[in-house]
């Protein structure tokens, strides 16, 4: 049974960084690309980024180009979100989502984690 | 490139049927293979429900369709459900993922 697992997620000031974290189980890891997606109140659900499963190729959303930083370490089954330079506008719920990169679509989410960005 | 137009509501009686647009450009919906839905449950992981414009995962039920025309792809929920009531968003995959503004499914 595919699960993800998010956490890192908590209060930071504007300015600051932050780094979320997905575990997953249940199938095999290397496999898939894993995608990050957040749901803010002002945008509604928004892809940031993706990366392959060998960790070759990364991909990222305009709004976050630059900002975030994305990997993945396949012998803990996990990935990873490092943020920067954060703003108000990236306070939301945060999930990692695998793909079926073939057919681009997310087949399994994670329940999220929050993150809040304020001073 | 902006969000897919979903209506921000919609409401049925359990058993009636309900359509959930999902409004893009030319290049965003109508030129894409590429549309998913997905339900969200508050509190839940997101669910995929349809990909590839009108297929189904195994596990979903079949009273969840999807379709496009043109512009806009829609899902249908047909013999609403006490447990379809959530949030539902499209996705379309064109050079970028731009998913829609969301949904609310109110069961009367």
């Known amino acids: 049974q595919v699960h993800l697992v998010e956490s890192g997620g908590g209060l930071v000031k504007p300015g600051g960084s932050l780094r979320l974290s997905c575990a997953a189980s249940g199938f095999t890891f290397t496999d898939h690309y894993m995608s990050w997606i957040r749901q803010t109140p002002g945008k509604g659900l928004e892809w940031l980024s993706y990366?392959?499963?060998?960790?070759?190729?990364?991909h990222f959303a305009d709004s976050v180009r630059g900002r975030f930083t994305v990997s993945r370490d396949n012998s803990e089954n996990s990935l990873y979100l490092q943020m920067d330079r954060l703003t108000a506008e990236d306070t939301g719920v945060y999930y990692c989502?695998?793909?079926?990169?073939?057919?681009?679509?997310?087949?399994?989410w994670g329940q999220g984690t929050l993150v809040t960005v304020s001073s | 490139q902006s969000a897919l137009t979903q209506p921000r509501s919609v409401s049925g009686s359990p058993g009636q049927s309900v359509t959930i647009s999902c409004t893009g450009t030319t290049s965003d919906v109508a030129d894409s293979k590429y549309v998913s839905w997905y339900q969200d449950h508050p509190g839940k992981a997101p669910k995929l429900i349809i990909f590839g414009v009108s297929k189904r995962p195994s596990g979903v039920p079949d009273r969840f369709s999807g379709s496009k025309s043109g512009n806009t792809a829609s899902l249908t929920i047909s013999g609403l459900q006490a447990e379809d009531e959530a949030d539902y968003y499209c996705c379309s995959y064109a050079g970028t993922y731009v998913f829609g503004t969301g949904t609310k499914v109110t069961v009367l």
């Open positions: 990366i392959t499963g060998s960790t070759t190729y990364t």
């Open positions: 989502a695998r793909m079926d990169y073939s057919n681009s679509y997310f087949d399994y």
